[in-house]
């Protein structure tokens, strides 16, 4: 029996969730979390077999929190379901431990069948996030490649319209120190201002 912890701060996902995976003989779902707190606590004292995880949890989000889980619990297997696309943030999550990536767009035997080969210690990426991890291994690359997973999620999320107040609010941290991230983003570009970002993005295909 596959024990699965659920961590998503959405009552509705969690209870759908809870019920797809309790409708499967071979998996049991074992506990949930609402955040990144809770979810240390729940698995400090859940034995757990696969990780469930939206990657926009409260308290400790994303990267940080992937990155958490694997030096504390290596045998977890950790499937993000998000809605957030693969992006250059993925290639840095994987790097950081995680097993599989599956957007909430999915259908639910995409994610029992994630589950599953993540239980059995597989990888569950798509073909474009493998050539990415791949291309991020072995170019020398790009100025955004270059950029730190804070910075490329600032970077992410400028491109999605977001103002500096907002990103800050997203990463909830102070505007002040997503103004600094920009900058170092900038700076890694080599452009002047805002406009100039999106001007790199356009020209390196990363927006369309």
């Not at 999915?106 to 597989?122: C, I, K, N």
Request: hydrophobic fraction near 45%; proline fraction near 5%; aromatic fraction near 2%.
């Amino acid at each position: 029996m596959t024990r699965i912890v659920i961590a998503d701060d959405h009552p509705i996902v969690r209870d759908g969730l809870r019920r797809l995976l309790s409708r499967q003989p071979d998996l049991a779902v074992a506990g949930e979390a609402v955040d990144g707190a809770d979810l240390v606590d729940v698995l400090g004292r859940t034995p757990c077999d696969v990780l469930v995880l939206d990657l926009s949890l409260p308290h400790i989000r994303g990267l940080e929190l992937v990155r958490l889980v694997r030096e504390r619990w290596p045998e977890v297997g950790i499937v993000a379901f998000t809605v957030q696309p693969e992006d250059r943030l993925a290639v840095h999550l994987v790097e950081a431990g995680l097993s599989g990536y599956v957007t909430k767009d999915v259908g639910a035997p995409q994610l029992l069948d994630a589950v599953r080969r993540v239980a059995r210690g597989e990888r569950v990426l798509s073909p474009q996030l493998h050539g990415r991890i791949a291309l991020a291994g072995t170019a020398a690359g790009a100025p955004h490649e270059s950029l730190s997973p804070r910075e490329s999620q600032v970077f992410r999320l400028l491109l999605q319209g977001m103002s500096v107040r907002a990103i800050a609010g997203e990463l909830e941290v102070q505007a002040s120190t997503a103004s600094n991230h920009l900058s170092r983003v900038r700076t890694k570009l080599g452009v002047e201002n805002n406009g100039e970002v999106l001007l790199y993005a356009l020209r390196a295909g990363l927006v369309e």
